[in-house]
């Protein structure tokens, strides 16, 4: 079974400012989905890194002195240990990817501070996918064990392989998944709309196809390839 969920169907449950809900497992890493409006203060995560991507709205962070304003499609790495705070003058929306459970604590495992030259990252879906032809995919950033990629999906067909654990959020567009893998005794189909994310299990693989190129992040687990 495929597990799906629906961005604009979360939001209606949270009613409260930085109200948090946990969508799914992917791999090592909790997949959450939260309302941003108003402010966090300063914190740090000494023992995990966070992966912000902004669905809707506008979500400013600040982090060492500087500020930056997160607009829908872009995604933010905030090393651990780096303190940093967040706030919205509107109610936005956004994902969060993020290791909970404890680490293991080797000597010098456990950072108050964040590391020598480490910045946070930022990167835009629509910037990477400019100059990409339907049908391909770009890199955008690596943390915790998990790749993220934004892909431009071609009129038609595309298949597709979850080496490990994915997650496939559809951002633009219509898509009709289809497929199969250990544990399935037929084909699991669907069509997906704008919002609407689902996790494939590791070793699935099948196709998707679409009237026009979509606009979709995909998230995966690399620990275990």
Request: net charge negative.
């Amino acid at each position: 079974m495929i597990f799906r969920a629906s961005i604009p169907e979360i939001r209606e449950l949270l009613q409260k400012p930085f109200q948090v809900y946990p969508v799914a497992r992917l791999g090592g890493i909790q997949v959450y989905v939260y309302r941003s409006h108003g402010e966090v203060q300063k914190h740090r995560h000494p023992e995990f890194d966070e992966v912000f991507m902004v669905y809707e709205g506008l979500v400013t962070f600040g982090i060492g002195g500087e500020e930056f304003t997160l607009r829908p499609d872009e995604l933010l790495w905030i090393p651990r240990g780096m303190a940093h705070w967040s706030g919205s003058r509107l109610p936005s929306m956004v994902l969060l990817f993020r290791r909970d459970e404890e680490p293991l604590r080797w000597n010098g495992d456990f950072r108050i501070r964040e590391g020598p030259g480490e910045r946070p990252v930022i990167v835009r879906i629509h910037e990477a996918l400019q100059d990409a032809p339907p049908g391909s995919s770009r890199f955008l950033l690596e943390a915790s064990g998990v790749r993220y990629l934004a892909v431009r999906t071609r009129e038609g067909s595309m298949e597709w392989e979850a080496r490990g654990p994915a997650l496939l959020l559809l951002l633009r567009g219509e898509l009709t998944l289809e497929g199969k893998g250990p544990g399935f005794t037929e084909p699991a189909q669907g069509i997906l709309m704008p919002g609407e994310l689902v996790i494939l299990p590791q070793g699935m693989c099948g196709r998707w196809e679409s009237d026009r190129p979509a606009v979709l992040l995909w998230a995966e687990s690399v620990e275990h390839l």
